[in-house]
C-alpha cells in the first residue's frame, strides 16, 4: 500500500471545495436498482468504497459508467440476486444491498460482512427488519439467504437507530404491498439524501431525518437524476486539520448545519467559524485549548467519525480533553498510533483521556481503520519533523485525493 510522507509546521491557507458524501453514494447507487431505468448522479467522491460498490452493480448485471464525479447506472437488465464474498471483502458496507436486491428480485443471498476494525458490526437489525417485511431467512455457511415471495408493509422498531439497517428498511419496503413505519430510525442527513433520490424515482417515502420514516408505494420512474448531498465528515476533517495546524480555510459546498457539534466544539476550544449558506470559514491561531468533553452519539449528536479528527486536534490543546466512544466497541485503535508522536492519551474502555503536550515529533505511523487513518495524518501536520504514514488505502476508501487537498491548503504531505 502506498505511504505519504508528512513534514508538519504549515500553517493552512486556502478555499476547498468539499467533496460529495462516502455515506450518501454509497446507499444510493444500491437504491439505482429498485425498479430499474437510468440513474445519473452527480457530485460523486472519487474513492475506493465507490469503485466497490460499481463492481458489485456490474456484477448484478447494471451498465454502469463512470466519469469523474459523475456515474450513470443503467439497472433495467438486474438478473443476479447474489454477492461473491470476494465483492463483499472489498467493502463491508455491501450489506447495504441486501434491502435493494431483495426488492428487486425477492431474494438475496450474499455472505455475512466479518467484523471490521471498528468492532464485532452484526447485522442483526437490518435481518430483524427485513423479516418483519415477510423476508425467510437462512444462514449458512457464513452467508445469509433471503427470500420472500412477497414483501408486506409493516411496523418495524429498530432496537437502535442503526443507519444501515435504517437503510435496508426503506429499500427493502420499496417493493412492500402497504404502508412500512421504521420506528427508531437512524435520523443521518444521508438518511434525508437517500430519501430524497428515492423520491426522485418515484417511491412514496416521508419522515428521513427523524426518528419515523414512512414508505407507501412505488411508481417507478423511467429516468432519475440526483446530485450527492456534500461530505460532512470530510468537512469536519478540513476544519479540524485547520484548527490544529493554524491558518484561515475556507470550505465550499458545505452544510454547516450538518456538523454542527464539530464547529461548536472548535469554536469552545477557540476557533473563530463563520458560517454561510453552503460554505465555513475558519481562523485559528493553532493555539487551542480544551472544550467540553466530546460524547459520540447518534445524529444529531457528536458523529463517532469525528471523533478521531478531534482527537487529533486536542493532541497540543491546553489542558485535558475528555472523549467518550458510545457507538462502536473499537474505535481507538489510532491512540497507539498517536503515542508514536509524543501524544499523552490514556484509555479505558470507552474513554480516552487526553493530556496536552507542548510538541509532538514525527514519527512512522500506521493506519489502521479509514477515520483514524486521516487523524494520523492530522497528527503528523503538527509533529516536529517528518511523519511517514502507512496503509493510507484505509484512508483512500473515504477521501478523495486526500494528499492533494491538504496540499492546495499549505499542508507539506507528499505520496511515496
Ligand atoms: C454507518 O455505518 C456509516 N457507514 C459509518 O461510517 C458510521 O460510523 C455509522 O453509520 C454510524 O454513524 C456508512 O454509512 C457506509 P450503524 P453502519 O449500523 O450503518 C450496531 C465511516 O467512517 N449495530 O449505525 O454500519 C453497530 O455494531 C463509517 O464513514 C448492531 O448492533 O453503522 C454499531 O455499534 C464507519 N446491529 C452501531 O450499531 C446491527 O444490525 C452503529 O452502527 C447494526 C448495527
Excluded at 103 to 113: F, I, M, N
Excluded at 274 to 296: A, D, E, Q, W
Excluded at 325 to 340: G, K, L, S, T
Aim: net charge positive.
Amino acid at each position: 500500500m502506498p505511504t505519504w510522507i508528512v513534514h508538519g509546521g504549515k500553517k493552512l491557507k486556502g478555499k476547498l471545495k468539499v467533496q460529495g458524501a462516502k455515506n450518501a453514494v454509497l446507499p444510493i447507487m444500491a437504491a439505482c436498482i429498485l425498479g430499474g431505468g437510468t440513474s445519473r448522479l452527480t457530485n460523486c467522491p472519487e474513492l475506493s468504497d465507490k469503485n466497490a460498490s460499481i463492481d458489485i452493480l456490474r456484477h448484478l448485471g447494471c451498465k454502469v459508467k463512470c466519469c469523474n464525479n459523475e456515474i450513470v447506472i443503467d439497472s433495467n437488465d438486474v438478473c443476479k440476486s447474489y454477492i461473491p464474498h470476494e465483492l463483499m471483502l472489498k467493502m463491508r458496507s455491501s450489506v447495504m444491498y441486501m434491502g435493494a436486491i431483495l426488492a428487486r428480485t425477492g431474494e438475496v443471498r450474499l455472505s455475512k460482512p466479518g467484523g471490521c476494525e471498528l468492532g464485532s458490526r452484526p447485522i442483526d437489525l437490518h435481518l430483524k427488519a427485513l423479516k418483519a417485511l415477510g423476508a425467510e431467512i437462512s444462514e449458512e455457511g457464513g452467508e445469509v439467504y433471503c427470500r420472500a415471495k412477497k414483501l408486506r408493509g409493516a411496523n418495524i422498531h429498530l432496537d437502535f437507530p442503526s443507519v444501515g439497517a435504517t437503510e435496508n428498511a426503506m429499500l427493502a419496503s420499496c417493493a412492500a404491498e402497504g404502508e412500512t413505519v421504521i420506528c427508531n430510525a437512524a435520523c443521518e442527513p444521508e438518511i434525508v439524501d437517500l430519501q430524497n433520490f428515492l423520491r426522485l424515482k418515484g417511491v412514496k417515502v416521508s419522515g428521513a431525518g427523524s426518528s419515523i420514516v414512512k414508505i407507501s408505494g412505488f411508481a417507478p420512474k423511467e429516468f432519475t437524476f440526483h446530485r450527492i448531498m456534500p461530505d460532512r465528515i470530510a468537512a469536519s476533517t478540513y476544519l479540524c486539520a485547520a484548527a490544529s495546524c493554524g491558518g484561515e480555510i475556507i470550505l465550499e459546498d458545505v452544510v454547516p448545519n450538518h456538523f454542527y457539534t464539530v464547529i461548536t466544539s472548535l469554536r469552545a476550544m477557540g476557533c473563530d467559524i463563520m458560517c454561510g449558506s453552503n460554505y465555513v470559514r475558519i481562523k485559528s491561531s493553532g493555539r487551542l485549548k480544551v472544550g467540553r468533553p466530546i460524547v459520540t452519539k447518534p445524529y444529531p449528536g457528536f458523529p463517532t467519525d469525528s471523533q478521531a479528527l478531534m482527537m487529533a486536534s486536542c493532541l497540543k490543546a491546553e489542558g485535558t480533553s475528555v472523549f467518550v466512544e458510545n457507538i462502536f466497541e473499537n474505535r481507538f485503535r489510532h491512540v497507539p498510533e498517536m503515542r508514536r508522536l509524543g501524544a499523552d492519551i490514556r484509555t479505558e474502555g470507552r474513554v480516552a483521556i487526553v493530556t496536552g503536550v507542548k510538541e509532538l515529533s514525527g514519527a512512522p505511523v500506521s493506519a489502521c481503520d479509514l477515520r483514524g487513518g486521516a487523524a494520523l495524518v492530522l497528527s503528523g501536520l503538527i509533529s516536529e519533523g517528518e511523519t511517514r504514514v502507512y496503509d493510507v488505502g484505509h484512508i483512500e476508501r473515504g477521501y478523495e485525493r486526500f494528499e492533494f487537498a491538504l496540499s492546495s491548503l499549505g499542508a507539506d504531505i507528499k505520496r511515496q
